[in-house]
């Protein structure tokens, strides 16, 4: 409900609430939740990075792919060579002898093509294995950051409209009490009130211009907050509308959300693919153990210049196997590793699940008593508006007092502000039960786009057209005469 259906709503004086440089041209429509939340699919860094990092793990299929396909390498060596030689002779009973030295220049060329094909190979065999269930967890792992996007913008979409909705009370509230300090002055300029009803009404005027400030703070955070998941900016968004359906979850049934969860919440998945991934490493250290087999196929050709020009080539063919015998421990050791990272991927997955039951479970009831919450806070507007309207006839006839009078105004915006605090928590907490649930797509956020109206939540404050609605709630009523 809009704060124009209680008639305390008011054009707001003109407050620049971002910064934009002398370029920028502000699109001419208002952006709704669907336009933004496709924004940020498009342009998040974090989640941009998430799908590199999926399709790097993809990439890492075929590394491990590579190593049962065929082999080839080829190896030429070119050398310019230079032997030297020496030789001592002696002559009988003298010691003496005559030393002849000689070099030998030559160049030479070689060539060697070799070729292997893997026949049998375990190890590689479960590494290709390991990489293919590395896939099903990224692909978990980047619905998770898809959903946890479309969250934070949702509640960051939300969070503007709340910011905005409590800054329309805020300002109400200034002016009234402001009006009302005014009214105080000129009474207490001709002696109607005592200078301590002047000075209550300053410090409630002082506590609700602070509280207008930090209300302008908060919409002006939730504008950049939605720039960053996104990356652009906007100059207005769309509102939330008074119809907006409020009533629990479909279906109406805790323990079916909690299956849901467990059955499509992709961080659940994820970590149960951890298990997986985890199993096929200690398949791997197992696998160390055994023999590889490989088929081989060399040829080498080599050339040298000695004595003229000497060729010789040569090629072989085989079958190489082996057999690891003893490798130092290292095989037992990968195989403990690799239990011990299998047992904690166990215990993370039961972690995960734990975690999520409960946040569902949170989270549904949150959601139920946000339905009664938005109901109360919409009948405590209500009784607010009647409690001031009464403690304002009571100040005519001189049974309440200013402080009185102030504090009902107070009660009364404070429960505008809370009305729109339950409503935006009761959106919020209702699309986190659906990421929760693993249900959260693009269709949910079709739906509550669907309750917006197109009215405009800009960050350039309106001026005043000279359409009070707030005047309603300015007049506190006539004070107590003297000898009444």
Avoid: C, K
Wanted: glycine share 6%; proline share 3%; aromatic share 6%.
């Amino acid at each position: 409900m809009r704060l124009a259906h209680w008639a305390v709503n008011a054009p707001l004086r003109p407050l620049l609430l971002a910064v934009f440089t002398a370029s920028f041209v502000l699109p001419a429509q208002a952006a709704d939740l669907l336009t933004i939340t496709r924004d940020a699919l498009d342009n998040n860094a974090a989640l941009a990075s998430a799908r590199s990092e999926y399709l790097g793990v993809e990439a890492g299929r075929d590394v491990a792919r590579s190593g049962l396909l065929p082999q080839v390498n080829a190896t030429g060596n070119v050398a310019h060579n230079q032997q030297y030689e020496s030789q001592t002779s002696s002559r009988a009973g003298t010691g003496t002898g005559n030393v002849s030295t000689g070099d030998d220049r030559y160049n030479s060329v070689s060539l060697t093509l070799e070729a292997t094909q893997a026949l049998y190979n375990e190890v590689t065999r479960r590494e290709v294995t390991q990489a293919e269930r590395q896939i099903d967890q990224q692909v978990y792992l980047l619905a998770a950051t898809e959903q946890q996007l479309l969250i934070d913008t949702a509640s960051a979409y939300f969070d503007i409209l709340r910011a905005h909705e409590i800054l329309e009370a805020r300002f109400a509230q200034e002016r009234a009490i402001g009006r009302q300090l005014e009214q105080a002055g000129e009474q207490f300029e001709v002696g109607l009130i005592a200078i301590t009803e002047v000075e209550e009404a300053r410090a409630t005027f002082d506590q609700s211009r602070a509280d207008r400030i930090a209300a302008e703070s908060n919409l002006q955070v939730a504008f950049e907050a939605l720039e960053q998941l996104t990356g652009q900016r906007y100059a207005s968004i769309e509102a939330l509308g008074d119809s907006m359906p409020v009533g629990l979850p479909e279906p109406s049934s805790r323990d079916y959300w909690i299956e849901q969860a467990l059955e499509l919440n992709p961080q659940v998945l994820a970590q149960q693919a951890g298990i997986e991934v985890a199993r096929s490493g200690v398949e791997i250290a197992r696998a160390g153990g055994l023999p590889t087999l490989q088929a081989f196929g060399n040829y080498q050709y080599s050339d040298n210049d000695i004595d003229g020009n000497t060729e010789n080539s040569s090629s072989q063919v085989g079958l190489s196997a082996n057999v690891p015998i003893y490798t130092g421990g290292r095989t037992s050791a990968s195989i403990r590793q690799g239990t011990y990272q299998l047992e904690s991927s166990q215990y993370d997955f039961e972690s995960q699940r734990r975690s999520s039951i409960q946040q569902v479970r949170s989270l549904y009831t949150q959601v139920s008593n946000d339905v009664e919450t938005v109901e109360a806070r919409q009948q405590a507007i209500v009784s607010n508006q009647s409690a001031l309207e009464a403690t304002r006839a009571g100040y005519e006839v001189g049974t309440r007092n200013i402080v009185d009078v102030l504090n009902a105004e107070q009660n009364l915006y404070n429960a505008i502000a809370n009305y729109a605090e339950a409503r935006y928590d009761y959106v919020v907490n209702l699309l986190t039960l659906r990421q929760q649930a693993g249900r959260l797509d693009v269709e949910a956020i079709e739906e509550v786009n669907a309750w917006l109206t197109g009215d405009e939540v800009n960050f350039i404050l309106p001026e005043s057209d000279g359409n009070d609605r707030y005047d309603s709630a300015l007049d506190i009523g006539a004070p107590p005469q003297p000898g009444m």
